[in-house]
Nanobody
Framework: QVQLVESGGGLAQAGGSLRLSCAAS????????MAWFRQAPGKERESVAH????????YYADSVKGRFTISRDNAKNTVWLQMNSLKPEDTAVYYC?????????????????WGQGTQVTVSS
């Protein structure tokens, strides 16, 4: 089994920054693709950012491109999401996910393991 634990969520003002962390443990392979998704109240879970197992490929949703950066350290089994220029519409529960492949998957059902989520709230 794999456990994913997110941290770093909280309250930020519009224009501010937050950094989310996701630590993987258990039966992990250091080169698994990982991703961040988010879900706002009353909305479907949406893709935010993805990173391949090697870190060489990344993908961002159009809504966060240029503002968010996903990165990883395979030695630490950790992925980060640096969120800058935050907007109120970024308010959501953010979930870390891991996929049992090196390549990224664009859809939530391409990912096999999920964290419990961390709340991000951006005030205007």
């Amino acid at each position: 089994q794999v456990q994913l634990v997110e941290s770093g969520g909280g309250l930020a003002q519009a224009g501010g920054s937050l950094r989310l962390s996701c630590a993987a443990s258990g039966r992990t392979a250091s080169n698994n693709a990982m991703a961040w998704f988010r879900q706002a109240p009353g909305k479907e879970r949406e893709s935010v950012a993805h990173i391949s197992g090697t870190g060489g490929t990344t993908y961002y949703a159009d809504s966060v491109k240029g503002r968010f950066t996903i990165s990883r350290d395979n030695a630490k089994n950790t992925v980060w999401l640096q969120m800058n220029s935050l907007k109120p519409e970024d308010t959501a529960v953010y979930y870390c996910a891991l996929r049992r492949f090196v390549s990224i998957g664009r859809s939530w059902d391409n990912y096999n393991y999920w964290g419990q989520g961390t709340q991000v709230t951006v005030s205007s």
